[in-house]
């Protein structure tokens, strides 16, 4: 499928650090370092055709480029990575620690301070989504050559800039207690202090509250300098103490059998993403069913404004606005491990460990402004016609939950620290030194990672937003089974036969790596809207009694028709949710394999230290054409019924590719 032209892009990376070692003593050493890094990243559309161009009435302030065009389960133009972009990031930072060695103590202690700012400018040329069904012809190729969009995207130009702080102190003891064991004990302390924009464009929802600072402003929104309104919107959390303890014991005292534990905590950093965006600097506006066609996609909304400054800024409805929620909290991640290593031979080496991380307070972003359906409490009471709606797409402005906001995901967007993550796995390894000409590592993972978001995003995908509990599930990138085999042989030598023969056939090395594992889950949705709430992501229905799955021995061209039943699912009833979790579905598995065959010359007779190495590489050595995730998204119209649950495309593996290199080292 052609794309865009390639955008014109650069990027420049500027770092340096200096350091000092000052040795206060004969087990007393002080090392401080001194780092500073910016990078910098352009790009700039090499097309500048944009829709209004090609005589739509679309237009949008910024630098002009064609907007995202996405058509359900067939096909998409574009991305948000397309349009005009300028990113700067720079730190500073300094670090200072002092390792002290006194009788079977190795304490170390240090400091690290950290100041960091970005700035991001980022136009938004637009994105326009033809479903089908829902929709108006129920083929989402029809409505896409008739120019009917499904659902509008559009906003003005986005420019964020940012400041933090970190102070980070740490101290910990590696203590030999016995011949046999070791604990390794530490304490780490982190003050992060949260981002902020330094031109207080920065703002927060408070339900009621009226702006002094922006007095036009839509009741709700509250900037930074509003009374009771912090610059950076939240604040320090001043807790962020972090426990840490190791052992490791020799079970014979022989360095055969060690027995390995450990568990601490870890805090996550702060996401630059929480600096609150809204009007009038951010602009966001999204359209479910829009009046007008690709033709005028705006029919009847109002124009896009642009940020100009000034004491009375413009603010444009629908508002929408991105914010961190008042009692925000920063991550952490609770860690343990407990495990044995064998050595099983003189030159290999067996373990077992059993893996956990326990994650908290993990960001989520979760849409307030839902739609209400109500058919018997205080809105139905309050006005039951509008509120006890006979269709789940009616009247979705006027229900909204807070009137004049966006609706549809994108209208007032909390990003709650409420999430939880929690990764469980059995691993085994085996790692031969070099025995035999043979050198091998492998290693086997039987695990389960299990959340309610796996990705860090400021949009909602949450489908229920009073129920995020619905959302807990297999984590997207969740494989139950993972193995990995890498080897090098080295091949043996001829060491009777002519010189030129040993000359050509000896000194050859054999290497591959092998890895296969189990597939990724996949979230069956439907587009459109049964829970009345214009939320996204709903789940399917799996009608009683029906098998979600096919037998797994099928051939693989019927696999590629159909993954899994699509006959078992439907859409929900109106008003209901679906009866399946999130990423119900485990998707096609992967395998690939890799071989190269090196040998390397010495050529000092030649050249002082020159030596030149000969590679030849066989990436994905057996031709496998991994199957790519099937079609996850549901539709009743006939156009759309034969892609859902089918496949219709290859994994991440490339076809069989060999390729021949030479490195000359002088």
Not at 349 to 363: A, C, K, L, P, T
Not at 432 to 438: A, D, G, V
Not at 444 to 466: A, K, N, V
Request: hydrophobic share 35%.
């Amino acid at each position: 499928m052609p794309s865009y032209e390639v955008d014109n892009n650069h990027a420049l990376v500027t770092s340096g650090s200096i350091g000092h070692r000052a040795i206060l003593g004969a087990a007393l050493v002080n090392v401080a370092t001194l780092g500073y890094k910016r990078y910098e990243y352009h790009a700039v559309p090499s097309d500048t055709t944009t829709l209004n161009s090609l005589g739509s009435a679309y237009s949008y302030p910024g630098f002009q480029s064609l907007p995202i065009l996405n058509v359900a389960t067939r096909f998409t133009l574009g991305n948000a990575s397309d349009a005009y972009t300028r990113s700067v990031g720079e730190n500073e930072e300094l670090l200072d620690n002092l390792t002290w060695v006194i009788g079977r103590h190795n304490i170390q202690g240090g400091v690290d301070i950290l100041h960091q700012q970005y700035l991001n400018v980022r136009v938004n040329p637009g994105n326009f989504y033809f479903s089908g069904n829902p929709g108006f012809t129920n083929a989402q190729a029809s409505d896409f050559i008739m120019g009917l969009v499904y659902t509008t995207y559009v906003g003005n130009p986005q420019r964020i800039s940012a400041i933090q702080n970190d102070f980070y102190q740490y101290a910990q003891d590696a203590w030999r207690v016995t011949t046999r064991l070791t604990l390794n004990m530490g304490l780490r302390y982190e003050l992060s202090v949260p981002w902020h924009q330094p031109d207080q464009q920065s703002a927060t929802f408070i339900q009621g509250y009226q702006s002094t600072r922006v007095p036009n402003a839509p009741a709700g929104l509250a900037f930074a300098g509003d009374p009771g309104v912090p610059d950076s919107l939240i604040k320090p959390d001043f807790t962020n103490v972090s426990p840490r303890i190791g052992a490791v014991y020799d079970v014979f005292g022989n360095g055969k059998l060690a027995i390995r534990a450990g568990f601490g905590t870890f805090y996550d950093a702060i996401p630059a993403t929480i600096v609150g965006l809204t009007e009038p600097y951010t602009y966001r506006a999204t359209y479910t069913l829009p009046s007008g066609s690709i033709t005028d996609p705006l029919l009847g909304e109002p124009a896009i404004p642009t940020y100009t400054g000034g004491a009375n800024p413009q603010f444009t409805a629908p508002y929408s606005i991105i914010y961190p929620d008042h009692n925000y909290r920063n991550s952490y991640t609770m860690a343990t491990n407990l495990g044995f290593q064998l050595q099983a031979t003189k030159a290999s080496v067996f373990e077992v460990n059993y893996i956990g991380r326990f994650s908290r307070h993990q960001m989520i972003p979760v849409d307030q402004n839902y739609t209400i359906y109500d058919c018997s409490g205080a809105y139905y009471a309050a006005n039951p016609s509008l509120y006890c709606a006979t269709a789940p797409t009616n009247n979705y402005t006027a229900r909204a939950h807070y009137p004049g906001f966006a609706v549809g995901g994108t209208g007032v967007v909390d990003l709650l620290s409420a999430g939880t993550a929690n990764y469980n796995a059995l691993q085994l390894s085996y790692n031969q030194r070099t025995y035999k000409r043979l050198t091998v590592i492998a290693n086997y993972t039987y695990s389960r990672s299990i959340d309610e978001q796996s990705s860090l995003s400021t949009s909602s995908s949450i489908p229920q937003p009073l129920n995020l509990g619905s959302q807990y599930g297999p984590s997207d990138n969740n494989a139950t089974q993972i193995f990995n085999l890498g080897w090098r042989l080295d091949l043996p030598t001829l060491g009777r036969s002519p010189k030129i023969i040993q000359a050509v056939l000896n000194g050859w090395n054999f290497n591959g790596v092998y890895n296969a594992r189990t597939g990724h889950p996949v979230n069956l949705t439907f587009g459109g809207d049964e829970l009345g709430n214009d939320e996204p992501n709903q789940r399917v229905y799996l009608i009683p009694g029906m098998s979600p799955t096919l037998p797994s021995n099928r051939h693989r061209s019927a696999k590629i028709n159909e993954w899994f039943n699509v006959s078992a699912f439907e859409k929900p009833a109106a008003f209901t949710a679906g009866n399946i979790g999130r990423n119900f579905i485990i998707g096609p598995a992967y395998i690939n394999t890799q071989f190269s065959l090196s040998r390397s010359f010495d050529l000092r007779k030649l050249h002082e230290n020159t030596r030149v190495q000969f590679r030849a590489e066989a990436f994905n050595v057996f031709n496998t054409i991994n199957l790519g995730q099937p079609q996850a998204q549901y539709s009743s119209s006939s156009a759309q019924a034969t892609t859902f649950g089918s496949i219709n495309s290859s994994g991440t593996n490339p076809n069989r590719r060999v390729q021949f290199g030479t490195v000359i080292s002088f």
